[in-house]
C-alpha cells in the first residue's frame, strides 16, 4: 500500500524563525508528484507547495520551500521567517504518475509562539 | 473556495438514520472526491469519481455509497450512521491531477 508518513504530530516555532516539518513517502514508482497542503483553524485546505519528482531542483514559493531527497523518499517542508498565520495543521501529500488520487499523511500541527 | 460548494456545513444526527453530504462545482472538473478527517489519521478516501456514473471505492468506503448524475454534483449517503461516521468530510475535485486538488470547506458531522 501507498503510504505517507509525518512523523511529527506536533510542532513549535518562534515567530520570525525557520522551522521544517518532515514527510516520507512509501513508492516503487519513479514518476511522481508531491504536495504540501495547510490547513489554518478555518479549515479551509489550501495548497502551499508542489514538486514534480522529475525535477531535482527543490520548490519554492515565497516562504515557503521543500527539500526534496528522492533516494531517501523525504519531502520536508521549511518555512522561513514564521508569521503568527502560519499556525495550521500541514498535509504532505503525494500521487504517482497515472493514480486518480492524492493519498495523504496523518498531518502535522504547527504553532507559532509570538 | 475556487468554484467549489459542500452543503450542509454542519449537520447532527441521530444514530441509524440516512444522511447526505452535497458537493457542488462549477468549474467543470472531471475528477471528485470524497475524504474524511479524523485526529491522527489525516485524510481519508472514502470514494471517488473520474466521470459522470463512473465512480469508484477508496480506502474506507464501508457504509457509504456515493452518486454522480451530472458533473457538478457529488453526493456522499451515510446509509444508516453510526457514531464511528463522526468526522469532518471533505470534498476535492480536480481537472489535472498533477496540479493537486482545489478543497470544499468542509461538512462537519455528528452521530448521537
Known amino acids: 500500500a501507498q503510504t505517507v508518513t509525518q512523523s511529527q504530530p506536533e510542532m513549535s516555532v518562534q515567530e520570525a524563525e525557520t522551522v521544517t516539518l518532515s514527510c516520507t513517502y512509501d513508492t516503487s514508482e519513479s514518476d511522481y508528484y508531491l504536495f504540501w497542503y495547510k490547513q489554518p483553524p478555518s479549515r479551509q485546505m489550501i495548497l502551499v507547495i508542489r514538486q514534480e519528482a522529475y525535477k531535482q531542483q527543490n520548490a519554492t514559493e515565497n516562504r515557503f520551500s521543500v527539500n526534496f531527497q528522492k533516494a531517501a523518499k523525504s519531502f520536508s517542508l521549511k518555512i522561513s521567517d514564521s508569521q503568527l498565520g502560519d499556525a495550521a495543521m500541514y498535509f504532505c501529500a503525494y500521487r504517482i504518475k497515472g493514480a486518480q488520487k492524492l493519498v495523504f499523511g496523518q498531518g502535522t500541527r504547527l504553532t507559532i509562539n509570538p | 473556495d475556487a468554484g467549489i460548494t459542500q452543503s450542509p456545513r454542519h449537520k447532527v444526527t441521530e444514530t441509524g438514520t440516512p444522511v447526505t453530504l452535497r458537493c457542488h462545482q462549477t468549474e467543470n472538473h472531471r475528477y471528485m472526491y470524497w475524504y474524511r478527517q479524523d485526529p491522527g489519521h489525516g485524510l481519508r478516501l472514502i470514494h471517488y469519481?473520474?466521470?459522470?456514473?463512473?465512480?469508484d471505492k477508496g480506502e474506507v468506503s464501508d457504509g457509504y455509497s456515493v452518486s454522480r448524475s451530472k458533473t457538478e454534483d457529488f453526493l456522499l449517503t451515510l446509509e444508516s450512521a453510526t457514531s464511528s461516521q463522526t468526522s469532518v468530510y471533505f470534498c476535492?475535485?480536480?481537472?489535472?491531477?498533477?496540479?493537486?486538488?482545489?478543497f470544499g470547506s468542509g461538512t462537519r458531522l455528528t452521530v448521537v
Open positions: 469519481s473520474y466521470g459522470v456514473k463512473d465512480t
Open positions: 476535492a475535485i480536480s481537472e489535472n491531477l498533477i496540479y493537486g486538488y482545489t
